[in-house]
């Protein structure tokens, strides 16, 4: 019987991040997490690419977009919405769900949900390493999970470790 499992040593090739800039407090403090967790496992900064968008509805696009450039091992979507008085949340943390989970399906490359969704902004800085735990560290450590997983089960792709 075969067993495939990743694990969290340091994969070869590049890696993404796409932060949405919409609740930047709590979304640097996501990126400061997540670059610490793969930097922590192996992966030298200079490996890590960021792209900055407007909000957690159009990570997906670009997420989309680096992940069919073949240059990327992985890609960490980053982002915050939290809950208001009107049905604006359903709607975005719903389709940004949906457009990462796609992005995944439709390039093989793992593109993993970091985007924080919850109903205050308390959470939503317990969440991003206020009161311990950040969920882009967090993030990260699927990505590099995923990476190594894909390459056992031969699935990954071996991308370039310099971004042409």
Same mark, same amino acid.
Request: aromatic share 8%; hydrophobic share 45%; proline share 3%.
């Given at each position: 019987?075969?067993?495939?499992?990743?694990?969290?040593?340091?994969?070869?090739?590049?890696?993404?991040?796409?932060?949405?800039?919409?609740? !930047? +407090?709590?979304?640097?403090?996501?990126? /400061? #997490?997540?670059?610490? %967790?793969? $930097?922590?496992?192996?992966?030298?900064?200079?490996?890590?690419?960021?792209?900055?968008?407007?909000?957690?509805?159009?990570?997906?696009?670009?997420?989309?977009?680096?992940?069919?450039?073949?240059?990327?091992?992985?890609?960490?979507?980053?982002?915050?919405?939290?809950?208001? !008085? +009107?049905?604006?949340?359903?709607?975005? /943390? #719903?389709?940004?769900? %949906?457009? $990462?989970?796609?992005?995944?399906?439709?390039?093989?490359?793992?593109?993993?949900?970091?985007?924080?969704?919850?109903?205050?902004?308390?959470?939503?800085?317990?969440?991003?390493?206020?009161?311990?735990?950040?969920?882009?560290?967090?993030?990260?450590?699927?990505?590099?999970?995923?990476?190594?997983?894909?390459?056992?089960?031969? #699935?990954?792709?071996?991308?370039?470790?310099?971004?042409?």
């Amino acid at each position: 019987m075969a067993r495939f499992e990743g694990d969290y040593s340091a994969p070869e090739g590049r890696f993404a991040v796409v932060v949405a800039r919409f609740n !930047e +407090t709590v979304t640097r403090a996501l990126l /400061a #997490g997540c670059i610490d %967790s793969f $930097v922590r496992h192996g992966v030298a900064e200079d490996r890590i690419d960021v792209a900055w968008v407007p909000g957690s509805f159009e990570v997906p696009l670009v997420a989309r977009k680096l992940a069919e450039t073949g240059g990327y091992s992985a890609v960490i979507c980053l982002g915050c919405v939290i809950r208001g !008085e +009107t049905s604006h949340y359903d709607h975005v /943390a #719903g389709q940004a769900a %949906s457009g $990462v989970m796609q992005a995944s399906v439709a390039t093989g490359v793992p593109v993993i949900f970091g985007i924080l969704t919850t109903e205050t902004v308390d959470q939503a800085l317990n969440r991003s390493g206020l009161k311990g735990g950040n969920k882009g560290g967090e993030a990260a450590m699927a990505a590099i999970e995923m990476v190594n997983l894909l390459s056992q089960i031969g #699935g990954g792709v071996t991308y370039p470790t310099r971004f042409v």
